[in-house]
């Protein structure tokens, strides 16, 4: 995980996800009575919080149309380790990027290093909850996956064994969600999917994102440069839900989900174009493709791929696997840079609390 | 600043401060008539979290007494470039000390970059806040000192300006802190302060403190180590008040303080015996002394310092020269040990909001 700026040059697609899920915030907030004495919006999975400083700053303006001087307070989550020395300077205007914190006058920002599969805030203290590419993350790592790094790649009883966590992930994390909520609060929730078509992120055209992967790391096993046992462990936690099991807990009175009184108000999938494959058809030059592209695989990957080879090995050792790993990268999007796109494939629910 | 265990070690000092605080923390938890929706606790300058552990899991099972089920949301707050991951971490369970986290539940913890010379929370919110050993720190830098690193050591028109400053901090913060509580909430402060014998950290027996470091540091400038500049920037930033300082604003009816409603409910300036110095009393091995002392005096020192030199020297020159002063300070407590002790001054405060 890295510092401001270059988490933030790399995740252009996220903002794009963020900027496509900003409306849905805006109308969920013009929907709600606002609270009289204070109002929290939570974003779930922030990172470095430099992706949603525009989303946050248009929320927080469309209360302030209705209620100038209410009181918000501005939750930023993630898990433990996440990097909160990096969020905190982003918030209060230490990065690169403008934060929305000295636009308005009675905002109270806070972090919390609570997963989303916890309970984050005391019960019914939340009135918007947001959350972008954050939740096809997994609780848990159900099994290693043999011959592939990514769940949406794979097959058979390891495919199941992670559709089956992300059912009950789904499940739980909602269920925190509707004890956090105030009656009428909404979840407004940008996470990857997996659309009709069986697209997902960076599988729309050209070459998948995850074959590029699968198939550099394979030849590094086959090289004898990394292990089997290092391979195996290289696999994403993480599950591309498809709308059906979106919608799932939500379309069963009975399940716990409907039960806290959540209900789905809108879903859809959309895809959203590669920011750094739409320049490139307009530039045309593979070596500034390359140079832009590899950051930004890196930017997503580097924690999972480093994290999985063997602490056994010298750290220098492992830095130079990982920087042998990007340059085989950059080597194949220089050689055939029209076959290379990650598009964002992201569900947008909005979800109401009864 | 520094990660988890070394800040923990180097701090105990001020675990001693902490521990003398917390009994005042669990008798205001029991004069509180406790809310029904939530409980709201903040640490206010918590540094990584360490120093304060134990009282506020002495301050939760104090709440747990009377009200099992109590939502419980706990705040450590800081200044924005405190090292937050290391906070986070120490909250979350994942440093080598032991977190209170995993004992209750219904808990809540987040953290805030928010300087307590700001508002930090929403307006009647906070029931408890505390703050040990952080509330010298003055909110702006009045003016350089020209012959001494610590303002309590100063004289004249320097010295009254930071007096001047230390005035209105301290009701500037307060009357924050009037804005956050609830009725009927409290705080409980111990910050550094001066006694009615004039003593003040590391100044009540033996060599001052900071009359060992600013005679190191004016060595460096005889023998040209650093400049005049780097010397006069190298003033601690901070204000140790009187009893009669800290009792000003709620002695005057008409001040800010008072008419926001906070009354003082008790004073008392205690020492603490340095542990370092009490440890060297039965093992007499002035190595081992000076070993143990030397990275508590970098502790608190080490970015002030290093802050004050030219950044237009190389890091590695910057770094020397920081090896060399606190190695100078070294050689000074092995040659003359019993000269050398850190005793803690703290007032010990706890204020109502009415």
New interface residues.
Partial sequence: MRVGGVYFDAARGAMDVIGAATPLVLESIRAMTLPR??FTLCDMGCADGATSLSMIGAAIGEIRRRAPTL?V?I?HSDQ??????A???T??G?SAVESFLPAFDHL???????TFFH???????LHLGFSACAMHWLSTRPCDLSDHVHPAAAEGPEREAYREQARRDWETLLVHRAAELVPGGRLVLAPFARDGEGRYFGRTRGVSVFETVNDIWRSFVDDGSVTREEYARMNHVQYYRSEEEWRAPFDDPASAVSRAGLRLLSLETRVLPCPLATAFSAHRDPERLAADYVPSVRYWSESIYGGALSPERPAEERREILEGFYRAYRDRVRARPSDHAMDHVNAYLVIEKE
Same sequence: chains 1, 2.
Avoid at 80 to 85: A, I, K, R, V
């Fill in positions: 004495e204070r009181p307070c939750v433990p380790l996440n990097d909160y020395n969020l905190m300077r918030v209060h230490l109270y920002p806070l972090a919390s290093a609570t309970q984050i805030l005391p019960p019914r203290s």
